[in-house]
């Protein structure tokens, strides 16, 4: 199944092992799937990159710690 057309309600999509040069392609086919970038995390050449469905506003709700 989809990852977009799936019901993350609350959830987040994890994408891992992505180089670093890679992440605008990426972000910019989930962005066109409704999800928005919520937090970046890099070491190195790596990315990790959580996404979550964008609320009314068009941005990802950020997750309370």
């Known amino acids: ?3 977009c057309s799936s019901d ?3 959830g987040r999509a994890v994408l ?3 180089l670093v040069g890679q992440e605008r392609l ?3 086919a989930y962005r066109c ?8 995390f890099r070491r190195g050449d790596w990315s ?3 996404l ?6 068009g941005r990802a709700r ?3 710690s």
């Open 62 to 64: 950020r997750r309370k």
């Open 52 to 57: 979550a469905k964008k609320n009314g506003g």
């Open 33 to 40: 799937q409704g999800l928005a970038l919520e937090r970046r």
């Open 48 to 50: 990790t990159l959580v």
């Open 1 to 3: 199944s989809d990852v």
């Open 8 to 10: 993350l309600s609350g």
């Open 26 to 28: 990426v972000l910019q």
């Open 16 to 18: 891992a092992g992505l």
